[in-house]
């Protein structure tokens, strides 16, 4: 059974990087892609990204072209986990962030994790 | 990218039969057959109900059904049950290699 988990900071200021973790148990991240995905509190999912293994440890990416010039995915093969990070932070980038799995190319994502919310505010 | 367009609420009584639709475009819904749908209980993560229009994960109940016309695609529930009660999210792939979220659909049962 695979199993996600969202990992990083809480809190941060406007201009800030956000910077989360999803560590990957249950299956290798060098298969399948993997997906970042948001949901501002009350409202709708926004997808922001995703990344697949390429043979390379950056990694092959997509990006939302809304959130594009700001958003880097990356991959760590030696940890099982991969990465988003989100700069110039404004509180409207305050949201659940999810992390998720998506078992063939163009397919929606099967597994998820439980979400990290992220709050940006001064 | 735009959001792919659901009816903000749908509502029917136990037993009946709902569908809520999912209207994108020539470059997304109507481009490829990668339609997903999903449920989302209050404080939870989003759940795969159907894929690839009209294909349900294991465990996910046959009373749950997909389609696709055109740029339209569609989500039947039959049978509601008052657990079926939640928000539901298309999402389609499209032709820039991107997924593309529906702006989500409010289910309540009577």
């Known amino acids: 059974q695979v199993q996600l988990q969202e990992s990083g900071p809480g809190l941060l200021k406007p201009s800030e990087t956000l910077s989360l973790t999803c560590t990957v148990s249950?299956?290798?991240?060098?298969?399948?892609?993997w997906s970042w995905i948001r949901q501002p509190p009350g409202k709708g999912l926004e997808w922001i990204g995703d990344?697949?293994?390429?043979?390379?440890?950056?990694?092959?990416?997509n990006y939302n072209p809304s959130l594009k010039s700001r958003v880097t995915i990356s991959l760590d093969t030696s940890k099982n986990q991969f990465s988003l990070k989100l700069s110039s932070v404004t509180a409207a980038d305050t949201a659940v962030y999810y992390c998720?799995?998506?078992?063939?190319?163009?397919?929606?994502?099967?597994?998820w994790g439980q979400g990290a919310l992220v709050t940006v505010s001064s | 990218q735009s959001a792919l367009t659901q009816p903000a609420s749908v509502s029917g009584s136990p037993g009946q039969s709902i569908t809520i639709s999912c209207t994108g475009t020539?470059?997304?819904?109507?481009?490829?057959?990668?339609v997903s749908w999903y449920q989302q209980h209050p404080g939870k993560a989003p759940k795969l109900m159907i894929y690839?229009?009209?294909n349900r994960p294991s465990g996910v109940s046959n009373r749950f059904s997909g389609s696709k016309s055109g740029n339209t695609a569609s989500l039947t529930i039959s049978g509601l049950q008052a657990e079926d009660e939640a928000d539901y999210y298309c999402?389609?792939?499209?032709?820039?290699?991107?997924?593309?979220f529906g702006g989500g659909t409010k289910l309540t049962v009577l």
């Open positions: 690839d229009v009209s």
């Open positions: 990344i697949y293994y390429s043979g390379s440890t950056s990694g092959s990416t």
């Open positions: 998720a799995r998506v078992f063939r190319g163009g397919s929606g994502p099967d597994y």
């Open positions: 999402s389609s792939y499209t032709s820039s290699s991107t997924l593309v």
């Open positions: 020539s470059s997304d819904v109507g481009y490829y057959n990668y």
């Open positions: 249950g299956g290798s991240i060098r298969s399948y892609s």
